[in-house]
């Protein structure tokens, strides 16, 4: 297996207070590791910080693929149709994948492509969100509660979403405190603990 993204003693800090322990976390081909931790521990940090949307404020970090982020309000356009979004993440990213129709027949939302996004309930925003990873395939996800506000159904569609990247070298991060992932390759787990208080020097 490749290395797609290393990550070693990375942790981040705010106002100058550590978040979290730093961690050393390694996402190869056909991987997927779940992010684990009780509310506010840093997971949601962790996930933005491996994406680069945040710095680490140390230790060491590598990504050597592009990356998608999906985060836990998925980043829609609202006054766009769904198909306008999902065209729209094609060209920004120059990634194409499959059309805007299949991906949207693909996460279950068939009819709904002229539906302007921000009259979708938030399970279909949830679905809207996993189509714009296949119109602009990279081959790292990091995802942010991905089966936030989805029933059973969706839940599948995630984890077979997940089988299906996972299988074609790709590799996934993923935070969750509801579902877990049922995959063909288990994930391994990663614990996220609150850092301590430090001493003031």
């Keep these: ?10 942790s981040f800090r705010r106002q100058g207070e550590r978040i979290f322990t730093p961690l050393d976390i390694t996402l190869e081909t056909g991987s997927a ?84 996004a921000r009259t979708l309930s938030a399970g279909q925003k949830r679905r809207l969100g996993l189509a714009g990873l296949l119109v602009s395939p990279r081959p790292i996800w990091l995802l942010d509660e991905p089966y936030a506000s989805l029933d059973d159904a969706g839940g599948e569609l995630v984890d ?23 995959l063909a390759t288990p994930a391994q787990a990663l614990r996220v603990e609150p850092a301590a208080a430090e001493e003031p020097a």
């Design 33 to 116: 590791v779940v992010v684990l931790g009780p509310n506010g521990c840093g997971k949601t940090t962790l996930l933005r910080l491996l994406a680069g949307i945040l710095q680490a404020s140390e230790g060491q970090l590598a990504r050597h693929a592009p990356t998608a982020f999906l985060g836990h309000a998925s980043a829609l356009k609202g006054e766009l149709n769904c198909r306008e979004n999902l065209d729209f993440l094609r060209r920004f990213h120059g990634c194409p994948g499959i059309s805007s129709s299949r991906a949207l027949a693909r996460t279950g939302l068939t009819g709904l492509g002229l539906r302007p």
């Design 1 to 10: 297996m490749t290395s797609l993204l290393e990550a070693r003693g990375v």
């Design 160 to 182: 077979e979403l997940l089988d299906n990247h996972l299988a074609q070298g790709g590799c996934a991060a993923l935070s969750t405190h509801q579902r877990m992932p049922v």
